[in-house]
T-cell receptor, first 114, second 117 residues
Framework: EPEVTQTPSHQVTQMGQEVILRCVPI?????FYWYRQILGQKVEFLVS????????KSEIFDDQFSVERPDGSNFTLKIRSTKLEDSAMYFC????????????FGDGTRLSIL | GENVEQHPSTLSVQEGDSAVIKCTYS??????FPWYKQELGKGPQLIID?????GEKKDQRIAVTLNKTAKHFSLHITETQPEDSAVYFC????????????????FGKGTKLSVKP
């Protein structure tokens, strides 16, 4: 069964450094998402992406965050200057079509900011 | 914006018993309600979903019910097995904001289900 893959599984970064989290969505999917989950808390929406532009973003997704689809398969989340509170699990998800559709999640990247 | 409340936060049942997890949502315009199972070290896995034009949906041992008037939906797992032990999340998909064409998922806080053999 096709799946969303994320790399790395764990990223440790010094505060203030830039980090890029990578995702390969399911190949025929058109919509891509990033969510985060702070330890012990609920999964929170960050951003959705369609047709090479941001479709929707939450208030968490401020100017230090950016997303990109650099080629036909990868979807990345960049955090420019990491803060301690950015420590969380970051999940990528994708869905096949427009509208409320099943979103399929990867296994996440654990980001630890020191 | 949309807010999803989920109860209980933990649930322990004996193998073979049923488990019920309940969620309420605040935005009456939400129209899609998925349920996810998250095992340790894994991402959320979609197990069942329901749309606002349907009151109930069943898939083998799992069923979901939706009451639009009361704005609540529930997950029912029958004949529970130890492998059902995991954290379960409900979510709601409100209409998109700012002209976007795909709404995001708003999650509940999760229910840790433990099935004892």
């Amino acid at each position: 069964e096709p799946e969303v893959t994320q790399t790395p599984s764990h990223q440790v970064t010094q505060m203030g450094q830039e980090v890029i989290l990578r995702c390969v969505p399911i190949s025929n999917h058109l919509y891509f998402y990033w969510y985060r989950q702070i330890l012990g808390q609920k999964v929170e929406f960050l951003v959705s992406f369609y047709n090479n532009e941001i479709s929707e973003k939450s208030e968490i997704f401020d100017d230090q965050f950016s997303v990109e689809r650099p080629d036909g398969s990868n979807f990345t989340l960049k955090i420019r200057s990491t803060k301690l509170e950015d420590s969380a699990m970051y999940f990528c998800a994708s869905s096949e079509m427009v509208g409320p559709q099943p979103q399929h999640f990867g296994d996440g990247t654990r980001l630890s900011i020191l | 914006g949309e807010n999803v409340e989920q109860h209980p936060s933990t649930l322990s049942v004996q193998e073979g018993d049923s488990a019920v997890i309940k969620c309420t949502y605040s935005d009456s315009a939400s129209n899609y309600f998925p349920w996810y199972k998250q095992e340790l070290g894994k991402g959320p896995q979609l197990i069942i979903d329901i749309r606002s034009n349907v009151g109930e949906k069943k898939d083998q041992r799992i069923a979901v019910t939706l009451n639009k008037t009361a704005k609540h939906f529930s997950l029912h797992i029958t004949e529970t097995q130890p492998e059902d032990s995991a954290v379960y999340f409900c979510a709601a998909n409100p209409p998109p904001n700012y002209g976007g064409s795909q709404g995001n998922l708003i999650f509940g806080k999760g229910t840790k289900l433990s099935v004892k053999p």
